[in-house]
């Protein structure tokens, strides 16, 4: 099997060059398969786990936006778009050496309160830094591949409801053909779709036989189908869930998982820290 040996800063530039092919924006699923067309990356590298619920393709690029972020090259919205900012927009490619220790010259002012110079080696080393986005995410995602099945169910039952489900419902019976409930999603209040879902806690990878599985059983029972999982999916099970002639199938990987529950603020609080400015001014005006 091929690694997936590309760091995020060799990633830097692809992430640019996607967005700008996506028109300026785009959500982390759309960069990313847009870079695995510009890397022209095969599946052994796309498969490459990291940690069980996330590839290093996708860990790796976290580390790209973020820095690109940090750089003023791009930004993103509550509801996850990544968009090449003005600065981003005029920019056609980055030194990646230099915007690296540019971004943790400002991170290390903003923790140290100190102008403090970041060595070559640092940069080579700043995977020692972490990234609080990823460290939350995989922190959470251990909290619940920790859980009962049955409370995984549960957390799916109510993250559904709170994304705007109706009478959803846990079938918690075995060998329904990988169907763990179902649910009604109504579109603007008016056209209704019949949902049904498989919960999967675990962390290795969904493949292409159990997405195959599920939309055999979901065929004539409802519209629509959806696979949760606090792993990923492999190419072949994202490529199968899109197939053209077949009932699409919504994927829901861990990251995406976790990042619901923030944005729901489900077991997930968001702490605002203040910052205090002296107005020197007001001062010499007294």
Known sequence: MEEFKLKYKDLLNPTLHALRDLGGSANSDEIEEKIIEILNLNDDQINDIHKGSRTKLNYQLAWAKNNLKNADLIENSKRGIWALTDKGNKTETVDEIKLLR??????FRKRLTTGSNISNEQIENIENIEISDIKWEDELLEIIKNISPNAFERLCQRLLRELGFVDVKVTGKVGDGGIDGSGIIKINGTLSFHVVFQAKRFAKSVSSSVIR???GAMVGRADKGLVITTGTFTRDAILEARRDGAPNI??????????????LNLGVEIELIEKVKINKEWFDSI
């Open 102 to 107: 540019a971004v943790s010259e400002k991170n």
């Open 213 to 215: 599985d599920f939309r």
């Open 250 to 263: 919504d994927l829901v990987d861990g990251v995406d998982f976790v990042k619901k529950l923030k944005y």
